[in-house]
């Protein structure tokens, strides 16, 4: 069964810093892309962040690019998202979601849901 | 990036009705870059319709989706006490990735 747990979700001050995890079983890790999306209740879903299968190679949506990395280890079969530079607009749900056979962006299965709150 | 607008905001119906939830794209795509998720309060999303109308494992067959170019529409024939959630729209090919707003479908 696959199953995705995210953690590390907080308060933070803006300006600062966060990561999340992502922990993965159930499934061949390096065989799947992975991602992160982000919902709140004003922009709905929002897609943040992709690390694709193959070459390894990390894409991102404009909102966060410069300021989010995404990031895996194999060996403990996790993704991460390091969130540098917060703003108030980061506010959100983030999950983590694997990309499907038919696409990377694709995602079939979701994680429970982290919540980041960035508020002085 | 392609801007999906979901109409209607909501829809009222009565158990054993036909939903029909349209996702209107600001330029043409291919059927096969569309798709559709579910959401229920408190859960993540999950994907129902990909591809050329291709069913998720496990979504039952009173779900369908069809449309073209701009135009897209999800169906559900015979209304589930278990259908009541918020439905997405997805564009799901080339970065950016976006999603429509939603359309939440509720009892009647």
């Known amino acids: 069964e696959v199953q995705l747990l995210e953690s590390g979700g907080a308060l933070v001050q803006p300006g600062g810093s966060l990561r999340l995890s992502c922990a993965a079983s159930?499934?061949?890790?390096?065989?799947?892309?992975m991602n992160w999306i982000r919902q709140t209740p004003g922009k709905g879903l929002q897609w943040v962040s992709t690390f694709t299968d193959s070459g390894g190679s990390t894409i991102y949506a404009g909102p966060v690019k410069g300021r989010f990395t995404i990031s895996r280890d194999v060996s403990k079969n996790t993704v991460y998202l390091q969130m540098n530079s917060l703003r108030d607009e980061d506010t959100a749900v983030y999950y983590c979601?694997?990309?499907?056979?038919?696409?990377?962006?694709?995602?079939?299965?979701w994680g429970q849901g982290t919540l980041v709150t960035v508020s002085s | 990036e392609i801007v999906l607008t979901q109409s209607p905001g909501s829809l009222s119906l009565s158990p054993g009705e036909r939903a029909t939830l349209s996702c209107r794209a600001s330029?043409?795509?291919?059927?096969?870059?569309l798709a559709w998720y579910q959401q229920k309060p408190g859960q993540a999303p999950r994907l129902l319709i990909y591809?050329?109308?291709a069913r998720a494992t496990g979504i039952p067959d009173r779900f369908s989706g069809s449309g073209s170019g701009t135009d897209f529409t999800l169906t559900i024939t015979g209304l589930e006490p278990e259908d009541f959630a918020v439905y997405y729209c997805?564009?799901?090919?080339?970065?950016?990735?976006?999603f429509g707003q939603g359309t939440q479908l509720e009892t009647k």
């Open positions: 979601a694997r990309g499907s056979y038919s696409g990377w962006f694709l995602f079939d299965h």
């Open positions: 159930g499934f061949t890790f390096t065989n799947f892309a």
């Open positions: 330029q043409s795509v291919s059927g096969s870059h």
């Open positions: 591809g050329d109308s």
């Open positions: 997805q564009y799901y090919v080339n970065s950016p990735i976006t």
